[in-house]
T-cell receptor, first 112, second 114 residues
Framework: EAGVAQSPRYKIIEKRQSVAFWCNPI?????LYWYQQILGQGPKLLIQ????????DSQLPKDRFSAERLKGVDSTLKIQPAKLEDSAVYLC??????????FGPGTRLTVT | KQEVTQIPAALSVPEGENLVLNCSFT??????LQWFRQDPGKGLTSLLL?????REQTSGRLNASLDKSSGRSTLYIAASQPGDSATYLC?????????????FGAGTQVVVTP
């Protein structure tokens, strides 16, 4: 089966610009996660969707980050405006059942 | 607040030596603990999952143990190979968090030299 797809793989922007990331989960997976992984740290959950509803967004900086999952399939994560500290790898994962999460390759964001 | 710690942060061993990676967590109220592997420029791959009622899990050369009472898990990799070079992360799913929410440690970067 095809894995979790993410695009773009790399993005370089200047601070105060906006950026969007796209994720296509494994077909049939109802749960989708966005993680932020800063260099040298483990991934931190930003937002979790169940179908197209938000389950947990307690660690999402809502003043600048937004995410949506239309029709319970693809998802986009947006940052507007970006700050230097947003430089990180953004990982998308999906799950079709308890426990198992499948991760995409991630998008490496550099904010200059 | 749950804290997940992995020590050491980096480890280098010669090929053939056994690897021992440690993970500790502060809150024992967990559903499960998972070990992941992360290669540079790639996402995470799940290696082993230990349910809270289990003491260990094995897959090939990998063995992971879990001691909830002491808040510790250990990943053993037998007879290491250069292909085992990667970053290894542990993650816990708390009973009080939303289903599937994982809290990760910072990882142990492993280098196996030929």
């Amino acid at each position: 089966e095809a894995g979790v797809a993410q695009s773009p793989r790399y993005k370089i922007i200047e601070k105060r610009q906006s950026v969007a990331f796209w994720c296509n989960p494994i077909s049939g997976h109802a749960t989708l996660y966005w993680y932020q992984q800063i260099l040298g740290q483990g991934p931190k959950l930003l937002i979790q969707f169940q179908n197209n509803g938000v389950v947990d967004d307690s660690q999402l900086p809502k003043d600048r980050f937004s995410a949506e999952r239309l029709k319970g399939v693809d998802s986009t994560l947006k940052i507007q405006p970006a700050k230097l500290e947003d430089s990180a790898v953004y990982l998308c994962a999906s799950s079709g059942s308890a426990y198992e999460q499948y991760f995409g390759p991630g998008t490496r964001l550099t904010v200059t | 607040k749950q804290e997940v710690t992995q020590i050491p942060a980096a480890l280098s061993v010669p090929e053939g030596e056994n690897l021992v990676l440690n993970c500790s967590f502060t809150d024992s109220a967990i559903y499960n603990l998972q070990w992941f592997r992360q290669d540079p420029g790639k996402g995470l791959t799940s290696l082993l999952l230990i349910q809270s009622s289990q003491r260990e899990q094995t897959s090939g050369r990998l063995n992971a143990s879990l001691d909830k009472s002491s808040g510790r898990s250990t990943l053993y990799i037998a007879a290491s190979q250069p292909g085992d070079s990667a970053t290894y992360l542990c993650a816990v799913e708390k009973t009080t968090d939303s289903w599937g929410k994982l809290q990760f440690g910072a990882g142990t970067q492993v280098v196996v030299t030929p």
